[in-house]
């Protein structure tokens, strides 16, 4: 009897598909898998961020509008004028963020196995004279049905140590290993990291300790989150992390979710996680992220509801920016080989044979997804370091456009009108945080760390809590 129980075993084993192993691309072979998938056979050059460069970006505001008539923002595709909260939700909303998904960030797998949280420690600590509870949290996701790729979320939740209620959250992407607010060992920075950023993430890292502490000593709690502990920041990695977990090794189809989605997809992970935590005021959890990361956050407000407010920091090509807008970074500088990773496989069409102007959508219809929750639009000026690169005019100017659907369903905009067309973006330090859509331009560089009490101050207001 064992004797034909086995044999039953072995023939099941042998009945089993053989799992395929990961595919090891470089970058380039990623990048061109997919023009092939797409029919593509050459790609336009994204400008040049630097300035002396004979193929340098537009930076002349006369030539920086070839596609001066945007996707209107509340007209179905129908040509029907969307007047109604109801039309909103149940007939434009869905429209435009199909369109995202489709043509421009990915779709998310209906797949995506699940993940499962643990305190790996926790201590208490002081930070600048307040008193916290840091903890280090690994979220491991199930990797039961393609064991070769193994993802670990890596986070840490600062919470302050005495609080009289339920704290509400800031989920904050960070630029490289999350880490305690005073590591016994300094992290070292991460492996594949752009050379051109080194200064700015120790920038980055000096400035981050200080907007935690503004954060905790308001009553607030945190989560630093290390986006590319779950999806790394390169074509290559498309086929590791978590979108090469959920397609077993292999590379994405055209409409398959890049890194801006995955990295929203791990926010919502650590969202759920903070809903188990008594401590937290579930009601009223937020996500941040600078530059990428602010592109990222901007993502996840628009396709994660439960988030309450995102701060989203000089987001640029691929945020905030609108495409259609010839200033500075290009829809060609995301279709190509550097950053194409970020955005669905079907985005590269618009750097070869389309073009921006045929894109269905655009960024201020982006900002509108996440309408009417609270949005802080943060740039810095270029002097100090927040280049002209990342087009802080066009950036207001859809956040301008994106306000008519803030109005629709009740909330508050800039108050300045919404007409993007004649838009001038006000000098830096101008307030515009009257509404649950705000904007404000600091004077520092390539961080909304000089924002983050402005930020504070609005969020408390709107939350109630002043």
């Not at 598909?17 to 050459?42: K, V």
């Not at 803030?406 to 101008?430: E, F, I, Q, R, S």
């Not at 004077?443 to 002043?466: C, E, K, L, V």
Request: proline share 8%; hydrophobic share 40%.
């Amino acid at each position: 009897m064992k004797a034909v129980v086995s044999v039953v075993l072995a023939l099941c084993l042998l009945a089993l598909p053989e799992m395929a192993p990961a595919q090891a691309l470089t970058t380039e072979q990623d990048h061109q898998n997919m023009m092939d998938q797409l029919g593509i056979q050459t790609l336009r050059p994204g400008p040049n961020g630097d300035e002396k460069a004979p193929d340098h970006a537009n930076y002349d505001e006369a030539k920086a509008n070839p596609y001066p008539d945007w996707p209107d923002i509340l007209t179905l595709s129908n040509g029907q004028k969307v007047t109604t909260v109801n039309d909103w939700w149940q007939k434009r909303r869905p429209e435009i963020a199909e369109a995202f998904e489709r043509e421009v960030v990915g779709r998310v797998p209906a797949d995506v196995p699940a993940v499962t949280w643990r305190v790996a420690e926790s201590e208490a600590e002081t930070l600048q004279g307040t008193d916290i509870v840091a903890s280090r949290l690994v979220g491991h996701v199930d990797n039961s049905a393609y064991p070769a790729i193994s993802v670990d979320i890596d986070a840490v939740l600062i919470l302050p140590a005495k609080t009289k209620a339920p704290a509400p959250v800031l989920v904050m992407f960070n630029w490289g290993p999350a880490q305690f607010p005073a590591p016994k060992v300094p992290p070292a920075p991460p492996k594949d990291l752009d050379p051109r950023m080194a200064g700015f993430l120790a920038a980055a890292q000096a400035a981050n300790l200080d907007r935690i502490h503004q954060l905790v000593a308001d009553g607030w709690g945190v989560v630093i989150l290390n986006p590319t502990s779950y999806q790394a920041d390169n074509g290559a990695g498309l086929t590791q992390g978590i979108i090469g977990l959920v397609n077993k090794g292999q590379p994405r189809k055209p409409d398959d979710w890049g890194a801006l989605r995955a990295w929203a997809w791990g926010a919502g992970q650590v969202f759920d996680y903070l809903t188990t935590r008594p401590e937290v005021d579930k009601a009223h959890i937020g996500i941040e992220g600078v530059s990428r990361y602010g592109k990222a956050a901007l993502v996840t407000m628009a396709f994660d509801q439960r988030f309450y407010m995102g701060l989203i920091g000089s987001s640029g090509e691929g945020g905030a920016k609108p495409h259609r807008r010839n200033f500075g970074e290009a829809v060609e500088s995301l279709t190509g080989s550097g950053e194409y990773h970020w955005m669905a496989g079907n985005f590269l069409k618009y750097g070869g044979p389309l073009n921006a102007g045929d894109l269905p959508v655009d960024a201020h219809e982006l900002i509108a997804l996440a309408a009417p929750r609270l949005v802080f639009i943060s740039y810095g000026v270029p002097e100090q370091g927040d280049a002209k690169w990342l087009d802080q005019q066009g950036s207001y100017m859809a956040t301008v456009a994106a306000g008519r659907v803030w109005k629709l369903l009740g909330a508050k905009d800039l108050g300045v009108g919404n007409d993007y067309k004649t838009a001038v973006m006000p000098p830096p330090l101008t307030d515009l945080l009257d509404g649950q859509l705000a904007w404000r331009q600091h004077i520092g560089g390539h961080t909304d760390a000089p924002n983050i009490a402005s930020f504070i101050t609005w969020a408390d207001r709107n939350m109630g809590r002043q």
